[in-house]
């Protein structure tokens, strides 16, 4: 059985090194976004989606299937989106659509990309929307759903400079601070090899089973990333 890998949000920090790790372990990789992205090899397929309003006529020609892992590295800030509502349509409405699509066609895989303080009482927007998604999503009753919360994302913003200050002002006192504490901020490559090697540790773990693994809901925090990514 070929494997397949579904990819939204692989043009963002996190997707754009998710998609050169799941290169290597998909004999095909499809990727729906707005644009194509930097990396691309031969086992890719791009779809376009000019609006992700349009989603579901996209996702129609993309053959997915129960054969198929889904992955979304989709997300934006209210900054980048313009307002509440603008943030709340990329972050909530597009991942939890994407979600119900790849459900509807059979997918039993969901590997999700959120933020280490998702809270459903948060008193930030971007906290709430992001743990608003989680539950959404997993109401859907995957055979297996991964959610990943990193800390702050180590890697180069564009429209984000608060986070590029406090990437600089952690550069500099990195070498003092132990990767146990669980706010260590994480490099994008990083969050991206911890979703692909949760990925193919499943994969590996399924070939055994004779029968389908009841379903499981798995939740990664940061500090789990950082050291199942910790060079030897």
């Known amino acids: 059985m070929q ?15 998710l998609i050169k790790q799941l290169s290597a372990l ?7 976004a707005r644009r194509p992205p930097r990396y691309i090899n031969a086992s890719m397929r791009f779809y376009q989606v000019n609006d992700f309003d349009n989603l579901t006529e996209v996702f129609a020609s993309v053959g997915a299937d129960r054969t198929a892992d889904a992955f979304s590295c989709l997300g934006t800030t209210k900054k980048q989106a313009g307002s509440d509502e603008a943030f709340r349509k990329i972050d909530y409405d597009y991942n939890v659509n994407f979600a119900k699509l790849c ?20 008193r930030f927007l971007y906290n709430r929307v992001k743990a ?12 297996k759903l991964v959610i990943f ?20 002002a952690f550069q500099l006192i990195s070498p003092l601070v132990s990767e146990s504490l669980p706010l260590h ?17 499943g994969y590996e773990r399924r070939k055994y089973h004779a029968a389908p693994i009841s379903a499981s809901i798995t939740i990664v925090e940061n500090k789990q990333m950082l050291a199942m990514t910790r060079a030897k």
């Open 103 to 122: 459900r509807d066609k059979g997918v039993e895989n969901f590997f999700l990309l959120s933020s280490m303080n998702a809270k459903l009482d948060s």
């Open 132 to 143: 608003e998604t989680e539950q959404s999503i997993m109401a859907l009753d995957f055979a």
């Open 3 to 17: 494997r397949k890998a579904i990819v939204i949000g692989a043009t963002g920090l996190v997707g754009q090194h």
């Open 149 to 168: 919360r990193p800390s702050l994302l180590l890697g180069k913003h564009k429209g984000r400079p608060l986070e590029s200050i406090s990437q600089k």
């Open 26 to 32: 998909y004999e095909t990789l499809i990727v729906i």
């Open 185 to 201: 901020p994480i490099s994008a490559q990083r969050v991206a090899i911890a979703m692909a090697v949760t990925a193919h540790d």
